[in-house]
């Protein structure tokens, strides 16, 4: 069969308006068929081009392929879409997931936020991690968002996921994707946006209750957070299932496409890793903590990447707490180990032991003193670790909240959507914080 790829030229459009879909293929013609994510796939359109030859580009620099307009229909609902390339009609109903011929395209919405919920999709992470035209910001300081992948359609760096071999880590069908299937088939009604849109001010301010994240949203730029922080200093709600978040800070080029992220300190010889070192210019935290914003950091939690790791889930410190409604979890109770919830990466907050033996934050890394620590999972030595500031406190995950006109949730590790569909305390808990928090 002759190949076909193709990127958009933004990662998301708003309903109604006109999106750019660059693709190449020596096929005369070409198809694309549009699919909704949510329960499960659903169609929702069609359209046929003639055929252009373009080459593959570079990883840092626009790869500049033929350009089609599609205008998307007023009344495509917000979500997740993926354009499925093809030069064949077939009526089989197709992955959604490949390395080749999708496109990941996220529909705003036409109006104002009718809804409470705006899910945030980290197209910034997923472009991170995209190897198409031969590097990534693993490799580089510089990626361009206008080439095939971020999020699917493109190869990826990382290793392969023992709990679920059937998608890379790094890609909208690896983590984002269970979280929506699961969300939309519990009957919750969210909006979709991109962290570019936020990066640019978009939507937030449209009259939403609560913004979640999932997964693996670890590249923010700084005016991503800045927006998300005024979201939240307005009385908006955040919940975040996920872990490693704005754990890099990304500078976005000032017409969308492209990324820088400097990683490593000055002169630093090759092979070191930017996650142990000091000095590094766009970690978070060493400028910014995020626990100022999220509560938690990775520096204070580790990561297990290749292979089968020890099964951790969270002891539950405070079984009382709105948060653990109808679970059955008890005080000391243990939440998600037969399911290894803890992983593949999490983030914790520096805590410290009270005379009531009650976990209350330290404070010395940025974590607010409000903070509730509601689960604890320390971590053993084998795992990955990232540098931070000396401390007592041991790495460990940590699930809590705290308020600051709006509250914040964290889930704390990236592997909580992973649960949802097999672990009905799990999928409780993630119930009780967005009907609460929405």
């Excluded at 693993?138 to 990626?143: C, E, G, I, M, T």
């Excluded at 002169?267 to 910014?288: F, I, L, M, Q």
């Excluded at 600051?404 to 305390?425: E, H, I, K, N, Y």
């Amino acid at each position: 069969m002759i190949s076909v790829n193709g990127y958009p030229a933004r990662p998301s459009v708003r309903a109604g308006d006109v999106v750019r879909l660059h693709v190449a293929t020596e096929a005369p013609r070409f198809h694309v068929d549009f699919y909704r994510w949510g329960a499960t796939p659903r169609h929702t359109g069609h359209v046929e081009w003639p055929g252009r030859v373009a080459a593959p580009g570079r990883f840092d620099e626009d790869w500049q392929w033929p350009a089609y307009e599609f205008r998307v229909p007023h009344d495509w609902k917000s979500g997740v879409y993926i354009a499925v390339l093809s030069t064949e009609l077939t009526s089989d109903a197709p992955a959604m997931d490949s390395r080749d011929a999708r496109m990941l395209l996220v529909v705003t919405p036409a109006a104002r936020a009718a809804g409470r919920v705006l899910y945030k999709i980290p197209t910034f992470t997923y472009h991170a991690y995209n190897t198409a035209g031969g590097g990534s910001l693993y490799s580089a300081s510089r990626v361009t968002l206008r080439r095939p992948g971020g999020g699917v359609g493109g190869p990826v760096k990382g290793l392969p996921d023992p709990y679920d071999t059937a998608s890379p880590r790094q890609t909208f069908a690896h983590w984002d994707a269970p979280f929506i299937s699961w969300m939309e088939g519990t009957g919750i009604d969210a909006d979709y946006c991109t962290d570019l849109d936020l990066h640019e001010g978009r939507l937030l301010s449209d009259g939403y209750q609560l913004l979640i994240s999932a997964g693996h949203d670890e590249y923010w730029s700084a005016q991503t957070r800045r927006n998300v922080t005024a979201f939240r200093d307005a009385g908006g709600n955040i919940a975040n299932f996920g872990a490693n978040t704005c754990w890099w800070r990304v500078n976005v080029s000032s017409d969308g496409a492209g990324l820088d992220c400097i990683k490593f300190p000055p002169e630093a010889p090759a092979g070191t890793d930017p996650d142990s070192s000091h000095g590094c210019p766009d970690h978070w935290w060493e400028t910014e903590p995020e626990n100022t914003l999220l509560g938690v950091s990775y520096r204070n939690g580790g990561g297990h990447w290749d292979g089968l790791r020890t099964p951790l889930g969270f002891t539950i410190t405070d079984a009382e707490h709105w948060v653990f409604a109808g679970t059955g979890l008890k005080t000391g109770g243990i939440l998600g180990s037969d399911g290894a919830l803890i992983g593949y990466e999490c983030d914790g907050a520096a805590y410290e032991i009270d005379e009531f033996g009650r976990h209350r934050p330290a404070g010395q890394d940025g974590t607010p003193k409000n903070f509730e620590i509601l689960g604890v999972a320390p971590l053993p030595p084998e795992w990955n670790f990232a540098a931070r500031e000396p401390m007592p406190s041991p790495r460990a995950a940590t699930l809590g909240l705290f308020t600051a006109a709006g509250t914040v949730f964290t889930a704390a590790t990236t592997d909580w959507a992973r649960l949802l569909a097999t672990d009905p305390q799990v999928a409780a808990i993630t119930r009780n914080v967005i009907t609460h928090l929405a």
